[in-house]
């Protein structure tokens, strides 16, 4: 089992920046690939960055490359999403989720309970 709890989100102005952590419990933590997903109002969760176990591999959505970097600190049980350049329709709630590395929300077995990210026009 592992417990996901995503934090750092907030109100940002377009351009700016956010940095999403999650923190999981649970000793496999290191076992599992990483995802962030978002969903915004009325829309489908979607697939935003994802990790392997080690962290030398990463997968991002077209939307958010370049902008958006996901990283793990296997020591600290956490992974994190820097976002930079923010805009309006990066607007969503914000869930990381612990699988297998893939982009579908199907391969992935825990998710936490997510983070309202707000980008102000």
């Known amino acids: 089992q592992v417990q996901l709890v995503e934090s750092g989100g907030g109100l940002v102005q377009a351009g700016g920046s956010l940095r999403l952590s999650c923190a999981a419990s649970g000793h496999t933590f290191s076992s599992y690939a990483m995802g962030w997903f978002r969903q915004a109002p009325g829309k489908e969760r979607e697939f935003v960055a994802a990790?392997?176990?080690?962290?030398?591999?990463?997968y991002y959505a077209d939307s958010v490359k370049g902008r958006f970097t996901i990283s793990r600190d296997n020591a600290k049980n956490t992974v994190y999403l820097q976002m930079n350049s923010l805009k309006h329709e990066d607007t969503a709630v914000y869930y990381c989720?612990?699988?297998?590395?893939?982009?579908?929300?199907?391969?992935?077995?825990?998710w936490g309970q997510g983070t309202q990210v707000t980008v102000s026009s």
């Open positions: 989720a612990a699988g297998k590395i893939a982009t579908t929300k199907a391969e992935y077995d825990y």
């Open positions: 990790i392997n176990w080690i962290g030398n591999s990463r």
